[in-house]
C-alpha cells in the first residue's frame, strides 16, 4: 500500500457481492438474494486532529485528494472516485451528528472491478463510513450502517434500493442471504452443495452514476405504479414503490402481473401521456416523480418494466423456497429461475448489452445450469451456476469462448473470470 509515512491506526473492509437473483427490484421494495464475495475495499487509516481529509489510492488511475473534513461537497455531474468515499464519510457524519470530525489520512486499495455489477461503489460508501464511524469513537448496529449507507451512497445522484450496502454490513461467511426491505432483515440462505457460482466480466463498463440508464428505470417504475394507483382509486402521490402500491390492493405477484396487462400498455407512454393520466403538468411531474438526470426523458416503457419486476420478485421467492426445500432436483430449478431472469432483464428490462448476451450465452453452452447478468448491468458480469465438478471445464471453455477471441482481453482472464464462494461483511481491523 501507498503510505504517509507511518504505520496506520487501524484498517476497514467492506466487499463486494454478487447478486444471485432479483436484479432491479430493490428500490421497488422487493427481496433480493445476493452474497459477498471476496473482493473488496480496503482503507489503511490515520485519525488526526487536522480537521483535513486526505485519500489516496493504490491504483494510479484514481487521483490523491485532499479536503476540509468540515466542507464537504459532492459532485454529482462528475461522479470522480473520491466522491464516493465522501458519500459514506458525509452521511456518518450527519446521522451522528458529529460536529467536530478527526482529520482522515487514508489509504484506499480495491480489488472488485469496477462498474461491473459487482457493487464496488458501495463497498467504498460502507468502508469510508465504517472508517468515520471508528474515527469519531460512534458505534452502529450493523442494520442502522446498511440504511444509513443505502441513504448517503444517493448523495452521489443514483436512487439505488439498498441491497449493495446491506449485503456489505450483513454478510456471513458461508452463506448466501435473502435481503427483506423495510424493514430491513437478513435470513440465511443455504446455496446447493453441488453447484459453484462462477462470475465472468464482459468487460463492458457503465458508470451508474455518470449516465442515466440507472435512475431512468427508477423512474420507469415509479411513474408505472403510480399510475397503478391512480387507476385503482388510491391516493398516487403517496406511492412511489410497486411493493407499497402491491400491499395497498392487496395482490398477489400473480394478480400483480394480470393488473398490469389490464392497466398499463405495450408501447412506450409519452411524457404528455404521463401528465395525462396523472392530472399534473411537466412541472408537478418532476417533483412528484422525477430525478435531476432524467427530466429530459421523453418516452417511458411501463409496461413492461413492471412485469419485469412482479416476476423476478416472484423468482426471488422461488429462489428461496428452492433452496429451503432441498428437493432433488434443487439445482436445475435454480438454473431454470437465473436463466428465466437473465430472459426478463434482456427483453423487459432492457438493462443489458450484447457482450453481456454473448457471454450468457457462452456460459450456458459451457456447462451452467443457469446463467444471468448481475447487477445493474449494461455491462459487467454474468453469474452462474455451474456443477461443482465441471468448475475447470466450464472455466476452460469460456476463456477460450469468450476471452480467447479478443487480444484486449486474454490479458485479464484471471480478475474477470473466477469461481466464488459466499464471504464475510465489513469489519474494522486494529492492530
Ligand atoms: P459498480 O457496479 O462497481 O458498483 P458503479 O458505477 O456504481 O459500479 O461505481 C464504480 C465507481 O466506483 C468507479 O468509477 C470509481 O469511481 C469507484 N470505485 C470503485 N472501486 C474503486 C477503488 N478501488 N478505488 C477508488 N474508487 C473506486
Ligand atoms: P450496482 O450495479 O452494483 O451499482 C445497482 C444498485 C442496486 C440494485 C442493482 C440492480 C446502487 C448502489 N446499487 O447495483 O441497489 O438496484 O443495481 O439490481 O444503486
Ligand atoms: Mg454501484
Keep these: 500500500m501507498g503510505s504517509y509515512g507511518k504505520k496506520p491506526d487501524y484498517y476497514a473492509r467492506a466487499s463486494g457481492r454478487v447478486n444471485l437473483i432479483g436484479e432491479h427490484i430493490d428500490y421497488c421494495g422487493y427481496s433480493v438474494l445476493p452474497m459477498a464475495i471476496e473482493q473488496d475495499v480496503i482503507i489503511a487509516v490515520s485519525s488526526n486532529d487536522s480537521g483535513r481529509l486526505q485519500l489516496v489510492n ?17 459532485n454529482k455531474e462528475k461522479p470522480v472516485w473520491h466522491n464516493y468515499f465522501l458519500c459514506g464519510l458525509k452521511g456518518l457524519l450527519e446521522h451522528c451528528k458529529v460536529t467536530s470530525p478527526k482529520g482522515l489520512q487514508c489509504v484506499v486499495d480495491g480489488t472488485i472491478p469496477k462498474s461491473a455489477g459487482l457493487s464496488s461503489s458501495s463497498a467504498l460508501v460502507c468502508c469510508a463510513a465504517l472508517v468515520t464511524m471508528h474515527a469519531n ?21 443514483t436512487e439505488g434500493g439498498g441491497m449493495d450496502q446491506a449485503i456489505s454490513f450483513m454478510a456471513n461467511k458461508g452463506t448466501a442471504k435473502l435481503i427483506e426491505f423495510n424493514p430491513l432483515k437478513s435470513t440465511d440462505v443455504e446455496l446447493p452443495e453441488d453447484v459453484v457460482f462462477v462470475i465472468s466480466n464482459c468487460c463492458v463498463e457503465l458508470n451508474k452514476a455518470a449516465t442515466s440508464h440507472f435512475n431512468i428505470r427508477v423512474v420507469e417504475c415509479r411513474l408505472a405504479s ?11 402521490r403517496e406511492f412511489k414503490r410497486f411493493a407499497d402500491v402491491q400491499k395497498a390492493l392487496g395482490l398477489t405477484l400473480d394478480e400483480a402481473i394480470n393488473v398490469v396487462k389490464e392497466i398499463l400498455h405495450q408501447e412506450p ?5 404521463v401528465c395525462g393520466i396523472l392530472e399534473v403538468t411537466a412541472d408537478e411531474l418532476a417533483q412528484t416523480s422525477l430525478s435531476a438526470n432524467t427530466l429530459d426523458v421523453k418516452t417511458f416503457k411501463l409496461h413492461n418494466r413492471a ?10 421467492l422461488q429462489f428461496k423456497k428452492t433452496c429451503d426445500l432441498k428437493p432433488a432436483d434443487a439445482s436445475v430449478v435454480l438454473g431454470y429461475l437465473m436463466n428465466d431472469s437473465h430472459s ?6 432492457q438493462c443489458s448489452c450484447d457482450d453481456l448476451d454473448r457471454l450468457v450465452d457462452i456460459c450456458c453452452q459451457s456447462g451452467a445450469l443457469g446463467s444471468r447478468l448481475t447487477g445493474a448491468g449494461w455491462g459487467g458480469c454474468a453469474v452462474s451456476m455451474v456443477p461443482a465438478n465441471q468448475v475447470d ?9 469468450y476471452y480467447g477471441k479478443d487480444d484486449r482481453l486474454k490479458e485479464k482472464v484471471k480478475e474477470n473470470l473466477f469461481a ?7 469489519a474494522i481491523y486494529v492492530e
Design 137 to 157: 469513537g460512534q458505534a452502529l448496529s450493523k442494520k442502522e450502517l446498511s440504511d444509513m449507507c443505502a441513504h448517503c451512497e444517493r448523495f452521489i445522484g
Design 420 to 426: 466464488t464462494q459466499p464471504g464475510g461483511g465489513a
Design 344 to 349: 426478463s432483464c434482456r427483453d423487459l428490462y
Design 393 to 401: 471445464s466450464f472455466i476452460k471453455s469460456v476463456t477460450e469462448k
Design 269 to 273: 407512454y409519452t411524457k404528455e401521456e
Design 58 to 74: 493504490t491504483n494510479m488511475e484514481y487521483g490523491m485528494f485532499e479536503c476540509d473534513i468540515n466542507d464537504l461537497s459532492i
Design 307 to 316: 412485469t419485469h419486476v412482479f416476476s423476478e420478485a416472484n423468482r426471488v
Design 226 to 236: 403510480q399510475i397503478i394507483a391512480k387507476t385503482k382509486g388510491l391516493k398516487w
